[in-house]
């Protein structure tokens, strides 16, 4: 395993605080038919995470979400996924959900690679042959880029949706003052230039009107990107937050047909 890049300046206690924005879930059952997998860091953390199963030759989709959400916010999404053919796996960051520890920067790089890992594992176990797509929204492109640029043998596809393409000008739109913290600029995210090693099938997907990562990094992202492989949509109306509420069912069937058009069919 790549082990990601000591990300520490973006672990200052500041940036921690104005980037993640961690909740506990609710601890109710889980909903019928969601089911968890057991994924742990490499120091020994519990992540959890929600599976919504498809049938096991569908595709699959790892999922990172945003810093202000949670696996179980996911219920009623995670149940469209599996009606429209493919399964869900969504994976709360440290401190997030029934996660333990805290949230860090760097450890959320690394602890992707723990779920990836593990996930692959768990299909291999249960003889689930449909391909596994990893998709990150706004925060969570930076993990799932990460995992496209170091591991992309370990996945078919890439989706992102609202992603960062610069971390800089998202940092100082959060209200981070970069130049007093002295963050440089080799200790960032780098999405933009992840995103331009990866050359399997990427879906980018963005809000018209996105207020807090604009479209333009969107564009970036999908301009960088050197995949035969790739589309952009651009939701119409839409701002950061109602992203999928302006694109309603439009929004799986986007996902679906990319798979399809790459060849994999859901």
């Known amino acids: 395993m790549i082990i990601p890049d000591n990300l520490s300046p973006l672990d200052h206690p500041e940036v921690i605080s104005l980037l993640f924005y961690p909740r506990r879930d609710s601890g109710q059952p889980l909903p019928q038919h969601v089911t968890r997998i057991d ?50 796996v969504v994976v709360d960051y440290r401190g997030y959900g029934a996660s333990q520890g805290m949230p860090g920067v760097t450890s959320m790089l690394a602890d992707a690679h723990a779920a990836i890992n593990r996930i692959n594992d768990w299909m291999a176990v249960e003889k689930r042959t449909g391909p596994l797509w990893v998709m990150g929204r706004s925060l969570g492109s930076a993990p799932a880029i990460e995992l496209a640029y170091a591991c992309p043998e370990k996945m078919s596809g890439l989706i992102i949706e609202s992603g960062f393409s610069q971390t800089m000008p998202l940092l100082r739109r959060l209200g981070i003052n970069v130049d007093r913290l002295n963050i440089p600029d080799n200790k960032v995210f780098s999405n933009a230039d992840k995103i331009a090693a990866y050359t399997g099938p990427t879906l980018i997907i963005h809000a018209q009107y996105d207020q807090i990562i604009p479209i333009d990094h969107g564009r970036e992202l999908f301009a960088r990107s050197p995949a ?20 309603g069912m439009d929004y799986f069937h986007i996902i679906r047909n990319f798979i399809a058009s790459a060849g994999i069919h859901a």
């Open 39 to 88: 994924i742990a860091t490499a120091d020994g953390l519990r992540l959890d995470n929600r599976l919504y199963p498809a049938a096991p030759e569908k595709p699959h989709i790892l999922f990172f979400h945003g810093n202000g959400e949670i696996a179980e916010d996911y219920d009623d999404i995670g149940r469209i996924y599996t009606q429209s053919g493919m399964s869900f």
């Open 228 to 247: 035969t492989t790739k589309k952009m949509h651009v939701i119409p109306d839409a701002d950061h937050n109602t992203l999928l509420m302006m694109a």
